[in-house]
């Protein structure tokens, strides 16, 4: 029998917004550790999430954020986001609007290019390789390794310039994908980010 006491089970459940009984069966397959117990439930969650990701996200706000470096002086920088879910009742709820602000916070800090992977053009992607691979050889990386080399250095290409790969500002433990995951979740729905749009005072890429 696992050892863990009631205030163990209602803390799992307040860190991960899982039911009585699933932390509880979580803390007791994981012997009750509860990092392994929340590994678990995030990967129950996660199962639930990707078949909720099946569905279609209609619904959903713009949420419009303002930045100030200085409360003296007017914003310099704005996002606006499309955050998408299923219903209205969800969409109307102050999880969901606190989720679109940390998304557009974290999106005029990140300044990501693109939303997905899939987006990033395959010109890019070739560019890219090719200037990775060139740096390989020229340092003197063996010809075997280039190729590996170089598939690291697009994750890194990726975890920099794609929304959804990127570590949350907020906790860089968690990517932006595992915290859509995490809200498909605790909110029961498929939700989804669609469109954004980042503007900085005399930025000339403005987005």
């Not at 499309?82 to 300044?111: G, P, W, Y």
């Not at 890194?156 to 906790?171: A, C």
């Amino acid at each position: 029998m696992a050892d863990f006491s009631a205030r163990d089970v209602k803390a799992l459940r307040d860190a991960t917004g899982a039911g009585m009984m699933d932390a509880k069966k979580a803390l007791e397959e994981a012997g009750g550790d509860s990092d392994a117990a929340k590994r678990i439930l995030r990967e129950k969650g996660l199962a639930d999430s990707a078949k909720r990701a099946g569905r279609q996200a209609s619904e959903g706000i713009v949420y419009s954020y303002s930045h100030k470096p200085d409360p003296n002086y007017p914003p310099k920088l704005a996002v606006l986001v499309e955050l998408n879910c299923e219903t209205d009742f969800v969409a109307k709820t102050e999880q969901f609007e606190r989720l679109a602000k940390d998304v557009a916070m974290h999106i005029s800090f990140a300044d990501p290019t693109w939303s997905m992977r899939d987006e990033v053009p395959r010109a890019v992607i070739d560019e890219e390789s090719a200037i990775y691979a060139k740096q390989a050889k020229d340092s003197g990386k063996p010809e075997q390794v280039i190729d590996k080399i170089v598939t690291g250095k697009l994750e890194s290409f990726y975890k920099t310039n794609v929304l959804m790969d990127q570590e949350w500002i907020q906790d860089k433990s968690k990517s932006i994908a595992a915290l859509i995951d995490d809200a498909r979740a605790s909110m029961g729905e498929n939700v989804s980010i669609g469109r954004f749009c980042r503007i900085r005072v005399g930025d000339a890429k403005g987005g």
